[in-house]
């Protein structure tokens, strides 16, 4: 059996290794570390869950410590930029904490690491004194980095490694341009390794122009069976049928943290407080919200003294909270890709998880493109008492809306109206006022 001895890492990554309780590699570490540590370019496919980030954050450090070890003696300058070895761009500010969390755990034992973050919506004052000094690792969302660029701030002239991590995602956002330009200011010879859902169209493209003769390593791609994530589909009549399934669904002993999915900012506050009023510790998170106040509802996730957290697709990848065991699709995603990571945030660590789609008839087309994207059907189900009054729709006979897009993309997309109380993102009505919700401390 293949242990992490046999993939070339440097004694002090073990020793972080061992600390953290893991002995072997998974499939997707086995296969990209050691064509890494050999200098090579790589493109990675692997699902999320499969251990991707530890695949490049394991050869950065390794980066990192040779580096030091082939530089001149004698510490860096005090006050004079060095800039990063290794630069790591990511999509989102969730994925970019997610990433420096698991470079500052592994780098445990590499004396003096320095890991920094530049991304949007928190102050310039801490970044700015953190690109001032020596850096090792730098994990950035592009846009912030771009600011940093343009002011003369963020030095790039030593990097030896930039990472793309979530390149799909980084394209959707509209970074490709923001991308180019970085990638412009990097040295020539340099080591680039991306990691995406897929590298068909663009994201195929951008590794062509970026990239020497590329590595393609493809590991538990988005159609390989999520063995310890049970699916189900329950077709919904309306908004109190789908109020009422989910109620259900959280009454359920089974729930030990679950994380509901919206399809925008407005639908995560409402639910969220109407939730709240119900007397279940939850909280919203959203990219709407201040970023002090995104990082405490994620620590008070991990700490347990959230049970729900109603989210959207910012928080479909980043999440790593191993007792999340259910995932409710409230609102369906706008795209395929994004089913696949939102269910993932169950099913972690060797543990199983449920994942609970709730669709409404004008979400068939939907469903059809993620059973399409997956190769997988998602099984109909239903609870006793609680049953779609309509026949149950038959996705794969529904054809999708004009360009490709269903009839109607998700819930989200037409505000909610129940009586009695505000629609997602309306005014208050008069004389209601919402029940705060708990919040992490």
């Known amino acids: 059996m293949m242990n992490f001895e046999t993939l070339g890492l440097h004694a002090a990554l073990l020793r972080a290794l061992a600390d953290a309780g893991y002995d072997a590699p998974t499939p997707v570490q086995a296969q990209a570390v050691p064509a890494a540590l050999a200098g090579a370019d790589l493109m990675v496919a692997s699902a999320t869950g499969s251990g991707k980030t530890a695949a490049f954050v394991l050869p950065a450090l390794q980066q990192v410590l040779a580096a030091r070890a082939a530089g001149p003696g004698g510490k860096p300058e005090r ?4 800039g990063p070895r290794v630069l790591v761009l990511v999509p989102t500010r969730e994925l970019a904490l997610q990433v420096a969390k698991a470079a500052v755990g592994y780098g445990r034992h590499v004396q003096g690491l320095r890991v920094a973050t530049v991304v949007g919506g928190v102050p310039y004052g801490a970044q700015l ?3 001032r000094g020596p850096l090792d690792l730098l994990i950035a969302t592009p846009g912030r980095l771009m600011d940093h660029m343009a002011s003369g701030k963020a030095v790039l002239a030593r990097v030896q490694m930039l990472v793309l991590d979530e390149a799909d995602r980084m394209l959707d956002m509209g970074f490709i341009e923001d991308i180019h330009h970085i990638a412009q200011a990097l040295p020539a010879q340099r080591q680039t390794l991306m990691t995406s859902a897929t590298f068909a169209g663009p994201v ?10 590329p590595q393609r390593i493809e590991v538990d791609s988005h159609t390989d069976t ?3 994530i049970e699916q189900r589909l329950h077709w919904v009549d309306d908004l109190a049928h789908k109020n009422a399934l989910l109620d259900h669904i959280l009454t359920e002993r089974s729930v030990e943290q679950a994380v509901i999915f919206t399809s925008t900012q407005r639908d995560a506050d409402w639910l969220a407080d109407r939730l709240a009023e119900m007397g279940h510790a939850v909280a919203a998170l959203h990219g709407g919200m201040p970023q002090g106040r995104r990082n405490r509802v994620l620590e008070g996730l991990r700490r347990r003294q959230l049970r ?3 989210a959207t697709d910012v928080a479909a990848r980043g999440i790593d909270v191993p007792t999340i065991s259910h995932v409710v699709n409230y609102g369906l995603p706008m795209k395929a890709e994004d089913y696949v990571h ?3 945030r169950t099913g972690r660590a060797g543990r199983s998880g449920l994942a609970v789609t ?4 004008r979400d068939v087309g939907m469903i059809q493109r993620i059973q399409r994207f997956t190769t997988q059907r998602i099984p109909a189900a239903t609870i006793a008492g609680l049953e779609p009054k309509r026949a149950e729709p038959r996705p794969e006979a529904r054809p999708a809306g004009p360009r490709g897009r269903p009839p109607h993309a998700g819930a989200g997309q037409r ?5 009695g109380r505000p629609g997602p993102g309306g005014a208050p009505g008069r004389g209601a006022r919402p029940a705060p919700r708990q919040r992490a401390r």
């Open 308 to 310: 729900v957290l109603v």
């Open 358 to 361: 709730l669709a409404e008839r």
């Open 204 to 213: 195929g493209r951008l590794a062509v122009e970026l990239m020497r003769a």
């Open 415 to 419: 505000p909610f109206k129940p009586q």
């Open 129 to 131: 004194k953190a690109l």
């Open 342 to 344: 939102r269910i993932g």
């Open 226 to 228: 999520h063995a310890d």
């Open 79 to 82: 006050g004079v930029p060095q």
